[in-house]
Antibody, heavy 120, light 107 residues
């Protein structure tokens, strides 16, 4: 079964760059037909899709974040990453990585999530 | 961007009762609609995809229906473990969008 694990700093200063990595196990990004995505959830609020990337590097982003977001993939490490810059307090959230079925349109497997707090 | 609107925001239900949750899309998403359950401190869990297909391991008391712009998630007889927040998500168009969620609480 696929497992995903987010990693990265839990505290980022305002105006700097949030960087997170998702490590995938139990399956190969390079041989998968899935997209690999990031979703976030501010404390006490709902889910917000950030973006998705395919193993070829083809990506789609939330228009509201597109100017600040970069998602990349490293198939040799079986990882994909999120960069968000510059950040503000409004970017404080739990960040989840998940796989997204290209043909099913669903997020099947999720990481446990990691809280990133933006400090002033 | 397709806006997903869920109602009600909070649903109070007695254990054993039926719960009906609604999700409306601002334009047709065909049947590209998924439902997720989220409990406090946990990641969301896929319940339903394709508007009506239960994901692996999901109990039969969960059912989804609808197409186009109107969708429903029904929990036929609420168990204690079903009290949680439920989200719908469309995948008919990029950008992917989620509804605001419905919290199902014990009455």
């Amino acid at each position: 079964q696929l497992q995903l694990q987010e990693s990265g700093p839990g505290l980022v200063k305002a105006s700097e760059t949030l960087s997170l990595t998702c490590t995938v196990s139990g399956g190969s990004i390079s041989s998968s037909s899935d997209y690999w995505g990031w979703i976030r959830q501010p404390p006490g609020k709902g889910l917000e899709w950030i973006g998705c990337i395919y193993n070829s590097g083809n990506s789609n982003y939330n228009p509201s974040l597109k100017s600040r977001v970069t998602i990349s993939v490293d198939t040799s490490r079986n990882q994909f990453s999120l960069k968000l810059s510059p950040v503000t307090a409004a970017d404080t959230a739990v960040y989840y990585c998940a796989n997204y079925g290209t043909f099913t349109g669903r997020f099947d497997f999720w990481g446990q999530g990691t809280l990133v707090t933006v400090s002033s | 961007e397709i806006v997903m609107t869920q109602s009600p925001a909070t649903l109070s239900v007695f254990p054993g009762e039926r719960a009906t949750l609604s999700c409306r899309a601002s334009q047709s998403v065909n049947n590209y609609l998924a439902w997720y359950q989220q409990k406090p401190g946990q990641a969301p869990r896929l319940l339903i995809y394709g508007a009506s297909t239960r994901a692996t391991g999901i109990p039969a008391r969960f059912s989804g229906s609808g197409s186009g712009t109107e969708f429903t998630l029904t929990i036929s007889s609420l168990q204690s473990e079903d009290f949680a927040v439920y989200y719908c998500q469309q995948s008919n168009n990029w950008p992917l969008t989620f509804g605001g969620g419905t919290k199902v609480e014990i009455k």
